[in-house]
């Protein structure tokens, strides 16, 4: 098993940054692909970033290419989110995920509860 926990979501304004952390805990972090994911009001959950194991490959939606960057510390078990130049269709609920590196192609295994980001225009 693998805990996840974000923190870091808020209220802010368009054009502001945020940074999303996500603790892990309970297994070999550097066993894990992780992803970031939102979810809108009314809206199906979504992918909006990966990084590999070891940080050396990062993937973006290309909604936030650009302005979203991800990052992980393997020495503190926790990845980060880096959200710059927020807009309004950025509000969701984000989460962070872990999925084994060794099954590149199966879904995503553990989940945290999520973090609240509001962008307000």
């Known amino acids: 098993q693998v805990q996840l926990v974000e923190s870091g979501g808020g209220s802010v304004q368009t054009g502001d940054s945020l940074r999303l952390s996500c603790a892990a805990s309970?297994?070999?972090?550097?066993?894990?692909?992780m992803g970031w994911f939102r979810q809108a009001p009314g809206k199906e959950r979504e992918f909006v970033g990966a990084i590999s194991w070891n940080g050396g490959n990062t993937y973006f939606a290309d909604s936030v290419k650009g302005r979203f960057t991800i990052a992980r510390d393997n020495a503190k078990n926790t990845v980060y989110l880096q959200m710059n130049r927020l807009k309004p269709e950025d509000t969701a609920v984000y989460s962070c995920?872990?999925?084994?590196?060794?099954?590149?192609?199966?879904?995503?295994?553990?989940w945290g509860q999520g973090t609240q980001v509001t962008v307000s225009s």
């Open positions: 309970g297994r070999t972090f550097t066993s894990y692909t």
């Open positions: 995920a872990a999925r084994h590196r060794s099954l590149p192609n199966a879904e995503y295994q553990y």
